[in-house]
């Protein structure tokens, strides 16, 4: 049996037939091709490639003769027309010495790169991940921290003009007074100040002999709106 259908144009090819019948079985009312008498060998042969393309199967029947008319010294063969098997990819193996493109084979330096790419995109992956996590956190911290500075200036807001301008005076004596309207100019005694004017007082006089005035000013009014047990027990302390 011939293999395919280019087998079957070098058979025609070699016993020098160009006329020729394809039929599924024996029988006339099986024809799938038949070459005409006015047209070339060649043209046969292109038409015979085309009708084949939409007949496929394991078997079919093909009858050829030297002249058109001649019904006696017939060539008869039977043939195949399946779709040939398409060659190996590159990197792709074989079992037995035979082709196996079914099966998707990869060579083992190919799988290790593979796998080397593979590694790749997950580490970096990992480290996007990673990188998140910690800039949300840092986020997080910031968040917090303006949010605590926000809360003691909010806090000490009304008493900013009064803070403001005594700080001036005192750093430049000649500079105007930033200050509440109303308010008198500052004294050695707390009698008859505001609470303006003695919380600015005392602002002065803690801020001149600790540096970490701010930060104090923080944590306690942190601790004051969670009523920390010790901000209780120093207040204790403090006021009596």
């Known amino acids: 049996m ?31 091709f038949e070459s005409r008498e006015d047209e070339s060998f060649e043209d046969a042969k292109n038409r015979f490639r085309r009708v084949m393309d939409f007949c496929r199967g394991n078997r079919f029947l093909v009858k050829a003769r030297k002249d ?16 040939e098997s398409a060659p190996l990819a590159s990197g792709q193996a074989s079992i037995s010495g035979q082709a196996n493109p079914g099966l998707g084979y990869i060579a083992i330096g190919e799988l290790d790169r593979r796998l080397a790419e593979e590694r790749k995109s997950i580490m ?34 009304p008493y900013l003009g009064t803070i403001l301008g005594n ?22 005694t707390t009698d008859g100040m505001t609470d303006e ?28 709106e969670k009523k920390d047990n010790t901000y209780t027990m120093a207040k204790g302390f403090l006021i009596k």
């Open 167 to 188: 700080t001036v005076g005192k750093i430049i004596p000649q500079a105007p007074v930033i200050g509440v309207a109303g308010m008198e100019e500052d004294t050695d």
């Open 2 to 32: 011939i293999e395919n259908v280019d087998k079957v144009i070098e058979w025609l090819e070699v016993n020098e037939t160009p006329h020729f019948v394809v039929s599924s079985r024996e029988g006339e009312n099986s024809k799938i």
């Open 124 to 157: 970096q992956d990992v480290k996007i991940e990673r990188l998140e996590a910690e800039n949300k956190e840092l986020q997080t911290e910031l968040l917090e921290k303006d949010t605590a500075f926000a809360r003691a200036i909010h806090k000490l807001e």
């Open 68 to 83: 058109y008319k001649s019904t006696r010294g017939l060539f008869t063969e039977e043939f195949r027309n399946n779709p």
């Open 197 to 224: 004017e003695r919380l600015s007082k005392a602002l002065q006089r803690w801020g001149a002999v600790e540096p970490d005035m701010i930060n104090i000013i923080e944590i306690l009014a942190e601790m004051a």
